[in-house]
């Protein structure tokens, strides 16, 4: 019951494509929380939204779960993440047939980091090493599904140097993705620099930017540690000089500028990660004028 790649379709069409990211929850009063932010995004119109696969695997009757509820009650078109950690080539294949079976027509498919308290990314016995054998897995099986995979424009944290990781992105994208969504960022001269990259090494695919609205300063340097992106000085002052309450304010509005300084400089649109919130990403789409 697979379908045609509405996503693909639409980047296709050329225009400027939203949306939102959301993470599986970890309990029902954080379901009800996520709904209610589903629910004011919704009038908004994203062109997708998607939800993430947790470490370990253990989001797999979440993951799914959730994005039932958010196509079969919000109307979205909803793309689930995969990650290989913790699963047999198997196994991904049967989460596969039950995303076909569901009607899903799009996944985001991952390596995935390594569990809490691990440091390394260990292949199971059986399992697959990397997000392109993930998406070579996907083509061969299910060939109408469209695949997002991930792009990492100041480097993913593991690879040696931006060559080496750009090489490896390019084995993704000929393995058969559709499109790239980035990891966040807060410079919009490293996406911009990033796409040239891509484009010169060979790369064709849309590239999506990922935004984060900023919460507070501590989030941000967590993240920033975490995935290696750059805090710009001026944010980080931003930050600092706003009292804690008054820092999603900062957050948005730096979030705001980047959207509309990347769709005026030719991004194929933008997603958010939204953390389940949604006063950020509601402001940022006033500010762009999309009601
Ligand atoms: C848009 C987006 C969504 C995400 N969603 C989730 C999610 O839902 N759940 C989750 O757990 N995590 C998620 N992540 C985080 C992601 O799982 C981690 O960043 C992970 O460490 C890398 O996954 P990947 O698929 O990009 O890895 P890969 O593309 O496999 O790359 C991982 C590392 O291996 C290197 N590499 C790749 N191929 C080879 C090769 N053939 N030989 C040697 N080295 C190689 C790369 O250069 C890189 O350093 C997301 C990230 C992004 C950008």
Request: glycine content about 10%; hydrophobic content about 35%; proline content about 6%.
């Amino acid at each position: 019951m697979t379908k045609l790649s509405s996503i693909k379709s639409i980047l296709e069409e050329k225009k400027k494509l939203f949306s939102v990211e959301f993470f599986p929850p970890k309990d029902e009063e954080g379901g009800q929380r996520m709904l209610e932010t589903a629910s004011l995004i919704q009038p908004h119109r994203p062109d997708f939204v998607s939800i993430t696969y947790g470490a370990g695997g253990g989001t797999r009757t979440t993951t799914m779960r959730y994005a039932k509820i958010l196509r079969e009650e919000h109307g979205f078109e909803v793309m689930p993440h995969l990650t290989c950690v913790g699963h047999t080539r198997d196994e991904l294949l049967e989460i596969l047939e039950d995303f076909a079976q569901a009607g899903f027509g799009n996944v985001m498919a991952l390596r995935g980091d390594p569990p809490k308290g691990e440091t390394k990314f260990q292949t199971v016995p059986g399992g697959l090493s990397y997000g392109s054998d993930l998406v070579s897995l996907i083509r061969e099986n299910f060939p109408d599904f469209g695949i997002g995979v991930g792009g990492y424009p100041e480097k993913h944290p593991e690879a040696p140097n931006k060559q080496i990781d750009l090489a490896n992105l390019k084995t993704k994208v000929e393995a058969g993705a559709d499109f790239i969504t980035t990891q966040l960022f807060f410079d919009n001269q490293v996406y911009f620099d990033f796409v040239k990259q891509c484009e010169a090494a060979g790369m064709t695919i849309p590239i999506l930017p990922g935004l984060l609205p900023v919460l507070s300063l501590g989030q941000v340097r967590r993240f920033c540690t975490m995935c290696e992106a750059r805090l710009p000085t001026r944010l980080e002052k931003s930050l600092e000089a706003a009292e804690q309450e008054k820092q999603p304010a900062v957050g948005t509005q730096w979030a705001g500028e980047q959207v509309q300084g990347l769709l005026k400089g030719g991004s194929p649109g933008f997603h958010l990660y939204a953390l389940n919130k949604s006063a950020s990403t509601l402001a940022i789409l006033e500010g762009i004028g999309r009601k």
